[in-house]
């Protein structure tokens, strides 16, 4: 067997671990120790391979996240730069609507600045100008993030296989237009239960969510999965993230772009 071939089979088997946690519902060990290097770059090998399966197997592609783009988690992990995962039609729940909490192994509930794109981001690099006019629309968003690894038991190469640690998302309902919007400071609360349990600001993410986007179109601009318009973008967190509890109601208020709310069955 040749190395490449045997990296290969490495490569494969972290997917299929973390694709048989999320099937059984069972956290798996981290994947760091069996991939070879416990790089970024191994860590979006072994992502690819689970979203082409998902895409073989009937799934639409309809977004990206951008995660890590708070610098406390970016010390915590020892990285300098923030990394992405795939959005599925499956993954988006309704404002308001319940949220089966049982499909999750350990969801915690974020507050973000969703962005929708109405042109293609393909090539690069790009500037905020040029980001900025492939934008059609702002909208509030909750992410649920998940681990398919025990205890959140993760390095920066564990959560990029585990595509970003992604769960589902929620968005808002009322499109706003970035037109006179400064979402650097634009500031956010979340409540859980009518008690306010998270708050921040624009500028949190990365110093302007539209640097997290930029970063995005650049990171994806040459690869084979780049933004296309109708994407749905989240643009990462805005203040501290909070676990989620069966029966829980989040609702989070960003200002200039309204409400939001996660209702978990």
Not at 237 to 258: K, M, Q, R, S
């Amino acid at each position: 067997m040749t190395e490449w071939s045997e990296a290969t089979d490495v490569l494969v088997e972290a997917a299929d671990r973390l694709l048989e946690a999320a099937r059984s519902g069972k956290p798996c060990p981290p994947v760091r120790e069996t991939l070879p290097g416990r790089t970024a770059e191994t860590g979006y090998a072994v992502q690819e391979i689970n979203t082409r399966r998902a895409l073989h197997d009937g799934r639409r592609l309809v977004g990206r996240k951008v995660g890590l783009t708070s610098q406390a988690v970016q010390r915590q992990l020892g990285v300098d730069q923030p990394d992405f995962g795939m959005l599925f039609a499956d993954m988006a729940f309704l404002d308001g609507l319940p949220i089966p909490t049982g499909r999750f192994l350990q969801p915690r509930a974020e507050a973000e600045i969703a962005l929708v794109l109405k042109g293609d981001l393909v090539g690069g690099p790009f500037t905020v100008a040029e980001v900025i006019r492939a934008v059609d629309f702002a909208l509030p968003a909750i992410e649920i993030v998940d681990s398919r690894i025990a205890g959140w038991d993760i390095t920066l190469v564990d959560t990029v296989a585990d595509n970003a640690s992604s769960g589902a998302f929620v968005l808002g309902n009322t499109p706003v237009p970035l037109t006179g919007l400064d979402l650097r400071l634009a500031g956010m609360t979340m409540t859980r239960r009518g008690q306010e349990v998270s708050t921040g600001a624009g500028a949190a993410c990365l110093g302007h969510p539209l640097n997290a986007a930029v970063w995005l179109a650049n990171a994806l601009g040459g690869r084979d999965f780049p933004l296309r318009a109708g994407d749905i973008v989240l643009t990462g967190a805005l203040g501290p993230v909070v676990a989620v509890e069966p029966g829980d109601v989040f609702e989070v208020v960003i200002d200039g772009l309204g409400s939001v709310r996660a209702v978990f069955s």
